[in-house]
């Protein structure tokens, strides 16, 4: 959110100043002057994992929007789980899915 807030694409920096107070003073500093020490951000704390859905393929090529090379893919072993996989919930959805529960998580 940090370096986000101050517009860089990359966190390490940002990560290896929050190690120690001085780094945090700095950065508080480095927002306030650029005019975002008080910007306001949402987080959504609801995570889909990833290996449990769409980590093993990019079926339409997606570019990471910072790099510009292809999102890449995982060859890990973990079982995928989409909307239409059995066992089905009485709306027809995917219990074991976890990409379809995002906007039931957010009417709760």
Request: net charge negative; aromatic share 8%; hydrophobic share 40%.
């Amino acid at each position: 959110v940090i370096a986000d807030a101050l517009g860089e694409h990359a966190f390490e920096f940002v990560a290896e100043l929050l190690c120690d107070k001085h780094g945090v003073k700095l950065l508080q500093e480095t927002l306030r002057v650029h005019g975002c020490l008080e910007e306001t951000y949402w987080i959504c704390a609801f995570a889909v994992n990833q290996h449990a859905g769409i980590c093993g393929a990019n079926p339409n090529g997606d570019i990471d929007p910072v790099t510009k090379i292809p999102h890449p893919t995982c060859a890990c072993s973990a079982p995928k789980f989409f909307n239409e996989d059995p066992p089905l919930n009485e709306h027809g959805e995917s219990i074991q899915c976890e990409m379809n529960k995002f906007d039931d998580m957010m009417a709760f």
